[in-house]
């Protein structure tokens, strides 16, 4: 049980009846159980709102890390061709912008 054998337990019993009495023994027994008991339960609450907390903690972080865009996004084919774009776009209006100067003096 807690390390003690069998004859051990019966001298602490045996000690426990004479300083007690046979009277106050079950009382002091059945108070010792009960506060074992809630002992007992309220280690088992503290276990599951730990749990609790780390489950609602590793789903935080998962719903921070799904709205947090990716600094460097997957370059796929359609990101390629639109920065192409853009700089054939901007080449074309550095263009146009140059010929507008030339007309214009």
Known sequence: MFGIGMQELLVVLVIALLVLGPKRLPEIARALGKGVREFRKATTEIKESIDLEGNLKKIEEEIL???????NPPRGRDAKLKEEKKSVDNGIN???ETHEEKANN
Do not use: A, F, M, S
Request: aromatic share 0%.
């Open 94 to 96: 550095d263009e146009n």
């Open 65 to 71: 890390i799904d709205e947090v865009p990716d600094e």
